[in-house]
């Protein structure tokens, strides 16, 4: 989606972006399961003003849940990406080394989540709880001063397997 608006003489053009997530399951034994709850959306963007999305940013914060075997141990790996594309035109997204957080408990809480400030350029190692696992990404979106307009996207992988422990 993009939009024009006129403010003060000038003319802002308004960029849309979000990102789609693909899952990708590898494990033995019992069946696991991601579901995507939440895309990462930006919304509008404006040229030259980055936009951040906090993980305990409701509705606009990726979510993941993850079903499987209570208390098995899984690894679990992002693969992210460091732009966004929109008809051959690019704009940086950036991830910081605490934009991610986890909640094993049987009400995950985004606000307060059991599992904190994670990196998600890491590999994470956790067990699910009884009744799974649920996971928030945030990232920063920066548009160039001249960012041309357009609906910008980019896929985000999220690679599960059970560790065997």
Same mark, same amino acid.
């Given at each position: 989606?993009?939009?024009?608006?006129?403010?003060?003489?000038?003319?802002?053009?308004?960029?849309?972006?979000?990102?789609?997530?693909?899952?990708?399951?590898?494990?033995?034994?019992?069946?696991?399961? !991601? =579901?995507?709850?939440? *895309?990462? +959306?930006?919304?509008?963007? @404006?040229?030259?003003?980055?936009?951040?999305? &906090?993980?305990? $940013?409701?509705?606009?914060?990726?979510?993941?849940? !993850? =079903?499987?075997?209570? *208390?098995? +141990?899984?690894?679990?790996? @992002?693969?992210?990406?460091?732009?966004?594309? &929109?008809?051959? $035109?690019?704009?940086?997204?950036?991830?910081?080394?605490?934009?991610?957080?986890?909640?094993?408990?049987?009400?995950?809480?985004?606000?307060?989540?059991?599992?904190?400030?994670?990196?998600?350029?890491?590999?994470?190692?956790?067990?699910?709880?009884?009744?799974?696992?649920?996971?928030?990404?945030?990232?920063?979106?920066?548009?160039?001063?001249?960012?041309?307009?357009?609906?910008?996207?980019?896929?985000?992988?999220?690679?599960?397997?059970?560790?065997?422990?």
């Amino acid at each position: 989606m993009v939009c024009c608006r006129k403010l003060s003489g000038e003319v802002f053009f308004i960029i849309w972006a979000a990102v789609t997530l693909c899952i990708i399951l590898f494990g033995s034994g019992s069946a696991q399961d !991601i =579901t995507v709850n939440n *895309n990462l +959306e930006f919304g509008p963007v @404006f040229p030259g003003v980055p936009k951040s999305i &906090s993980k305990y $940013s409701a509705g606009e914060a990726a979510e993941f849940f !993850i =079903t499987g075997t209570p *208390n098995a +141990e899984i690894t679990i790996d @992002f693969t992210l990406p460091t732009y966004m594309y &929109s008809s051959g $035109s690019t704009m940086a997204i950036q991830y910081s080394t605490t934009d991610c957080a986890m909640d094993s408990s049987a009400t995950p809480n985004q606000s307060s989540p059991g599992n904190d400030n994670l990196n998600p350029r890491q590999t994470l190692t956790y067990r699910l709880g009884s009744t799974g696992l649920t996971i928030w990404l945030g990232a920063t979106v920066v548009p160039g001063l001249m960012q041309k307009p357009g609906n910008y996207s980019a896929t985000i992988t999220l690679t599960v397997a059970y560790t065997g422990n």
